[in-house]
């Protein structure tokens, strides 16, 4: 039920435009991969590339070693068992939720009783069983969510992809609901392709990400790697809050300061290091505050225990061990 | 190695299927409507080309000149233009009104209000020009009643009178095509904006409209065409002043022998030019694609709760009512109830006796209507088949081509049937290859019925394209990733979510081709004439009276068979288990429930 | 559980069957007459030959479906009121000359034989005239006008039919110009017809109704009309000018390539004798009461004895015909 993707040298232009790259990504069995990036990164057409529901211009697709397109060879979409959670959730309106998990698996040569089984253990497994009976317009956001995700594991698919399942919800419930997605997901062992452009919910989920940027890969790699040690600039400030601080800013010639906003400490703690900022916005955060300061031309976010007032100048200091910098 | 073989020569058959088939359906569109206006309009460069004794291709561009020489024909194409511009505005803010109102507001009677656009949708257009006639005459029924000053009777038969009458006629186009979008609309933008604390004004103007503005173009250019193609109104009602239109100029350029066909096809071509002209200059305004408005997360919208204000609206919508429906369609009930018309509504006038020989099975007036039944439900059920094929096929194929064939069904709408008429002849009488034809044939119902689908298509394929340009792409997607072919995606998603606009279209075919009168002239069979034709021979020998109670038979039998249907409708989706508030079923808000 | 598409198809397909069942009788009769289809079914009872009787509406349409037919007519007979368009017909060969032994046997009257052509391009099978019509109720009857100059009194409020849309009045206007002087005629037209809404009607019944209950009180209208409504009770009589008034032939003409002559011959033998003519008045419409043409057949309602008839010039008629029709479109029709 878990498939390898492998997707080599992908590249697609929309309207005259570059929108993939010669991409390359590969996902290995069971593992979730988000696609971060901003719109117009490329990621919504690479998962409609890699569902077939869209063919690129050049490159492979394989599926657990078979492949889906290239070499002149495409697989329709119906046949490459794929699952897919849609940004607006393609419930089907006309039919109840048991309707929609039932029609969902009407395609797939089974018996009649195995699909009973299956939308009843779908219905469970995603809490729906109260619900069954509803239509989509019945039902809140995170329960159409709901149904939309059982509604593809039922149909026991070789890999899964998310388009932006949580951006239509409260913000409220999105963590929420992100868990539940995810448990389930793992639980089932699925390999993912989730599409995100919230970072922090690629890195919540994913055992890698790929940071996309006008159809080309900026990075791949884990959370862990890309929060440590982002490869360049790009990254750096799609990433949680970071800033790129160009160094020009602070007398020397190339290159990028990577500024993580709850790296900055006093002065007093390090003083090796001192950055000079006015403050030009301030945000209580609960636990601190974040400070946008003004440095040279650019702008900087940290975050700071105690508030300061605008147009006040402040000085900082980052740990040796998070001074990174990049180049571009 | 087999496997990969199997596959590509599957999805290579796949594609050549849907090739041909595609094909095959523009083919359909192409002898059915392309061809025979072709025919007439080609004789505006070719004017001998269909000469009886001397055919030839003798290429002359004089008949377009006349356009510009000929005073009275250049003054037509004005009135035509004028006409249609001021009709289509009001009745689309007419129609767009009875939408929101029904749609949106609690507003007591809401029901009733409701219905009003049906009814005043299936009352066929001929039949208000008679009673307006009727009402509005000197000797009429108004002015019996002494409601009729002087002036008003001249004004009404000209320009303000006409544009009145349509804008009374066509508003439900209106309402169905806005109330539709409405649907799909959802109040979620509106309440995001309310959040924000913003006036319901500014939230109109700034968010709704804008997101309206696809569906009232699409609302302000098909009720343009119509009026274009008018005939009837325009020959009664405007005659009588001096407002000549188009389609006047050209029914006189027809009707004598020899048949100026070089003038009709001018005239015909300044139509589809005007047409055009609306329809390029909308699509230019409007890039953007239309937007997708039934999609998977729809979700009901709230009321507006108007108070007071609630009446207000709801009588100013009866007096519409009263207008558009009760006062035309009352004194086509009167004149059928009585003998004739110059001792009005003394009570030794009425009698059963119109309304007995309307009804008697033995009758020729009878026949003449179970035979336009009869046609009526053939060709609607083809040409709805024919658009909902036709509609599916371009939802595969990409936006330029959609639009082109909107644009193209819209133009067709302009087009009036006498000139189809001619062209169906010239087409399956003259032309070689398709007068030799057994089925159709020139002459027998088989092409009649042809006929009338073409005149039927256009307006069945605005109604369906619209609806299936609102689904959201999702829906097919997501389908197809869990297997499903495309066939039964066609018939378990696409089509039952189209299913209440392709009904509609139905109906507006069935009565439209009930009341249809050019085309049922010019292609009339040998044996089994249909009803128009005979109730057109009643008015011209002033049998008023006969005529009305025949009207009003068939107005019954097409408002109760539509009524059957749609309760029927109603009935299969609610065995379906949809829930009655069903966003998605587009049903009119006859229910109001919410 | 959808309404219609690949669930009707068979639905379809056999209402369409039972539909497309059409006999294909012996003779096809295109025409714009009241009594045309008594007179078939009398027909038909005698002599066993079926035929179909085709009436897209008034004689317009009937003509503009004939144009377009062109060189392939579908059909054999066509019978509409009016000579100069049965020329026009027979001079574009869409017609044929009736042969003359169907022309030899026919017992004409009088007016029978004054409005036989000499080019045999139809057939006349009856007559009418275009008289005057008053509305008694509105003008007093000393008032009446007697001649068509007298309409004058009555400028403004007189209706009158277009003469592109209806062959009978082409023909009384070109009647009118042969009697008066095309130039003469042309001024007294100009100052009778000076209200626009009246003027350029399309149909008798138009006329009738604006006479009824319109702004008109009088009209130029067919005498048969005329008689019809008032036998039906309405308040109007014909007033036959003292200057005279074109006579107007029904005319059968045959056309070019039909293909079962023998069966026209007896169609055209059956309307011009007494029998056919006899079916041929069985009705209330205003066709069925023409004046005979046939020795010995009375009408149904008589006619003053004094009509002064006017035998139209059918070469000068159609030589002007597209000049004065023009004319009267610029100067009357809105």
């Known amino acids: ?328 | 190695m087999i496997h990969r073989g199997l596959i590509m020569r599957f999805s290579n058959a796949n594609s050549l299927l849907s090739a041909a088939s595609s094909t095959l359906v523009y083919l359909a569109f192409f002898l059915l409507i392309g061809l025979p206006l072709t025919l007439v309009v080609m004789q505006v460069i070719f004017p001998d080309v269909f000469n009886p004794s001397n055919p030839n291709f003798v290429m002359s561009f004089g008949p377009l000149g006349r356009i510009f020489s000929l005073p009275r024909v250049y003054l037509a194409i004005l009135h035509s233009v004028e006409l249609a511009s001021l009709v289509g505005v009001l009745a689309t803010i007419l129609g767009g009104a009875f939408a929101v109102i029904v749609q949106r507001c609690d507003i007591p009677w809401r029901k009733t209000v409701g219905i009003i656009p049906w009814i005043v949708f299936l009352t066929p257009a001929y039949l208000k020009t008679v009673a307006w006639v009727l009402l509005m005459s000197p000797g009429g029924y108004l002015a019996e009643f002494g409601l009729l000053p002087p002036l008003t009777g001249s004004l009404f038969f000209a320009f303000p009178g006409l544009t009145l009458v349509h804008a009374l006629g066509l508003f439900p186009f209106a309402t169905f095509i806005i109330g539709n979008a409405l649907r799909g609309l959802g109040s979620e933008m509106e309440d995001a904006a309310r959040l924000g604390d913003v006036s319901l004004w500014r939230i109109w103007l700034k968010i709704n409209l804008p997101l309206l503005a696809p569906a009232l173009a699409l609302s302000f250019i098909a009720i343009f065409a119509q009026v274009l193609s008018d005939f009837g109104l325009a020959s009664t009602i405007a005659r009588m002043s001096n407002f000549g239109v188009l389609t006047y100029e050209i029914y006189a350029a027809t009707s004598s022998y020899p048949i100026d066909f070089p003038l009709a096809g001018t005239q015909s071509l300044v139509l589809l030019s005007l047409v055009t002209v609306a329809v390029v200059a909308d699509r230019l305004l409007r890039r953007k694609d239309d937007l997708k408005l039934i999609s998977g997360r729809s979700r009901p919208s709230r009321d507006y709760r108007l108070g007071y204000w609630g009446w207000v609206v709801t009588v100013m919508a009866f007096i519409v009512a009263f207008i558009a429906l009760i006062l035309p369609v009352g004194a086509v009930i009167i004149r059928a109830l009585t003998r004739t018309l110059s001792e009005g509504m003394s009570l030794h006038n009425f009698t059963l006796v119109n309304l007995i020989e309307a009804s008697n099975i033995h009758s020729m007036a009878f026949t003449a209507l179970s035979n336009s039944l009869r046609y009526a439900v053939i060709a609607s059920l083809i040409s709805c088949a024919a658009a909902v094929l036709l509609a599916l096929q371009l939802e595969g194929i990409g936006k330029f081509m959609r639009s082109s064939v909107m644009s193209l069904a819209l133009a067709s709408v302009a087009i009036p049937g006498i000139v189809f008429g001619f062209g169906y002849i010239l087409m399956w009488n003259r032309l070689p290859f398709f007068k030799d034809f057994s089925f159709p044939h020139y002459g027998d119902s088989s092409l009649l019925i042809t006929g009338y689908v073409g005149v039927a298509l256009p307006y069945a394929l605005i109604v369906v394209m619209a609806s299936i340009g609102q689904l959201a792409p999702s829906l097919n997607d997501s389908a197809r990733l869990f297997g499903v072919g495309g066939f039964r995606r066609v018939i378990r998603i696409t089509l039952p979510l189209i299913a209440f606009s392709v009904l509609t279209g139905f109906i507006l075919n069935f009565i439209h081709i009930m009341f249809e009168l050019p085309v049922s002239q010019m292609l009339i069979p040998r044996t089994e004439s249909p009803a128009p034709i005979y109730v057109l021979r009643l008015l011209n020998y002033d049998k008023d009276g006969l005529a009305c109670a025949l009207s009003l038979l068939s107005m019954l039998i097409a408002g109760g068979a539509a009524l059957i249907l749609w309760l029927g409708f109603r009935w299969v989706a609610s065995r379906n288990g949809a829930a009655n508030n069903g966003q998605w079923i587009s049903t009119p808000s006859l229910t109001g429930d919410r | 559980m959808t309404l219609n598409g690949y669930k009707a198809l068979p639905l379809v397909a056999a209402f369409v069957g039972f539909s497309f069942g059409a006999s294909a009788a012996d003779l096809t009769i295109y025409d714009a007459l009241d009594f045309a289809p008594s007179a078939v079914k009398a027909f038909t009872a005698k002599t066993g030959v079926t035929v179909d009787v085709v009436e897209p509406g008034s004689t317009g349409e009937v003509l503009g479906k004939i144009a377009a037919e062109g060189d392939n007519p579908q059909f054999d007979i066509v019978w509409v009121d009016g000579s100069a368009v049965m020329e026009r017909m027979l001079r574009d060969h869409i017609l044929q000359a009736i042969p003359e032994d169907a022309i030899s046997g026919v017992k004409y009257n009088e007016m029978g034989k004054s409005l036989l052509p000499k080019n045999r391009s139809f057939v006349p099978t009856g007559a009418s005239t275009t008289a005057i019509e008053v509305n008694t109720k509105k003008v007093p009857s000393d008032q009446t006008p007697k001649s068509w100059a007298d309409l004058e009194k009555f400028a403004g409020k007189v209706a009158a039919k277009d003469p592109n849309l209806s062959g009978p009045a082409f023909q009384w206007l070109a009647g009118y110009f042969q009697t008066n002087g095309i130039d003469t005629g042309k001024a007294l037209l100009e100052k009778v017809l000076t209200n626009k809404a009246l003027a350029g009607l399309s149909s008798g019944g138009k006329v009738n109704k604006a006479i009824l209950t319109g702004d008109a009180v009088v009209g130029i209208n067919q005498d048969s009309g005329i008689i019809a409504k008032a036998k039906a009770g309405e308040p109007v009589v014909a007033v036959y000018p003292a200057d005279g008034s074109v006579a107007l032939p029904i005319g059968l003409g045959v056309s070019a390539k039909t293909k079962r002559m023998d069966a026209v011959k007896k169609f055209i033998a059956f309307v011009t004798s007494a029998e056919g003519q006899t079916a041929m008045q069985a009705g209330d419409d205003t066709d069925f009461f023409f004046m005979p043409i046939i020795e010995g057949v009375k009408p149904k309602v008589e006619r003053p004895s004094d009509i002064k008839f006017i035998v139209l010039d059918d070469a000068k008629a159609a030589a002007g015909e597209v000049e004065w029709k023009q004319w009267y479109k610029a100067k009357f029709v809105p």
């Open chain 1, 1 to 328: 039920m878990t498939a390898e993707l492998f997707c080599h040298g992908v590249t697609k232009h929309l309207g005259g435009r570059p929108i993939l790259q010669a991409l390359n990504l590969d996902v290995k069995a069971g593992e979730v991969v988000s696609l971060l990036g901003a719109s117009g990164s490329g990621k919504t057409t690479l998962l409609r590339c890699i569902a077939g529901l869209m063919a690129p211009d050049a490159g492979t697709i394989k599926l657990d070693g078979k492949t889906v397109f290239g070499d002149g060879l495409t697989v329709a979409a119906e046949k490459r068992r794929i699952g897919m959670v849609f940004q607006d959730y393609a419930l089907w309106p006309h039919m109840t939720v048991a309707g929609n998990l039932s029609f969902a698996l009407q395609s797939q040569q089974l018996s009649a009783s195995e699909i009973q089984a299956r939308v009843e253990n779908a219905l469970e497994l995603a809490r729906l069983v109260p619900l069954r009976n509803r239509h989509p317009a019945e039902l809140s956001g995170g329960q159409q969510q709901r149904v939309a995700i059982a509604r593809c594991i039922a149909a026991r698919p070789s890999l899964m992809l998310f388009d932006e399942p949580l951006s239509n919800l409260d913000a409220a419930l999105r963590e929420d609901m992100r868990t539940e997605m995810m448990d389930l997901v793992r639980h089932e062992g699925l390999t993912v392709v989730y599409v995100t452009h919230d970072q922090s919910e690629a890195m919540a989920v994913s055992d890698r990400i790929a940071v996309m940027r006008d159809g080309l890969l900026a990075q791949f790699a884990s959370p862990q790697e890309i929060y440590d040690r982002p490869a360049n600039a790009f990254v750096a400030g799609f990433i949680g809050g970071f800033s790129a601080l160009p160094m020009v800013e602070l007398g020397q010639s190339e290159g990028y300061l990577v500024i993580r906003p709850e790296d900055a400490c006093p002065v007093t703690d390090y003083p090796d290091m001192t950055i000079t900022g006015r403050v030009s916005a301030r945000a209580f955060q609960g636990r601190c505050w974040r400070l946008t300061l003004e440095i040279g031309n650019s702008r900087v976010k940290i975050d700071w225990p105690n508030d300061v007032s605008l147009d006040q100048s402040l000085q900082f200091s980052l740990p040796p061990a998070r001074r990174l910098t990049v180049h571009h």
